[in-house]
């Protein structure tokens, strides 16, 4: 490390006894400016004109593919999306809605109940719900294709908002008022009474 200290010493020396400093920090801005100024309007101080190779290379052409056109990927009715299952049913024939209730799980049953009504609009083909929609999306969309439904179907979501995202204790009675609006969600979706 000395050695390279001195040699910058004696180099620092040999140009400021030839070269005041107030020189040598003029010629470095400008310097510094002529560069600054090239850099800035690059490419426009290059000629334009600059000769050129000839060169024959030879030229290897891949063959052209052919593009396909894209056809809009449609869903067709009563094909089931991912996440949303129908009713489900328990093999000794209870829906698993009515096995949470019966074991105090209100909340739970609660959810279940808006699962089963979500599978069952997507089998009838009323919805096509992606992963990820919310259940006010799924009653607006359902709304629109069968307006019959969006009464009770709002109300069952609002229900299962207040219950799951709300932190608002599920009772007997919250899960009694979601069968009920999902009943009548069903008898609008078959044309049944409509109360």
Known sequence: MGAVTRIWDEFAAAVFDRISPALLLLLLLVGAGVIGSLWYYWPRWVPRRLPRLRLRLPRFHLPKRKKRARKPAKTPKNVQEPGFKPTV????????????AAEGRYAEAIRQRLRDIVGDLTQAGVISPLPGTTAAEVAASAAVHRP?????????????????????????????????LTGEVRNRMTGGPQT
Not at 90 to 100: Q, R, V
């Open 148 to 180: 019959a439904v969006a009464a009770p179907l709002s109300g069952a979501t609002d229900l299962f908002s207040e219950v799951w995202y709300g932190d608002r204790p599920a009772q007997r009675t919250h899960d009694d008022h979601m069968r009920a």
């Open 89 to 100: 049913v328990l093999p000794d024939g209870t829906l698993l809605a009515d096995k949470l």
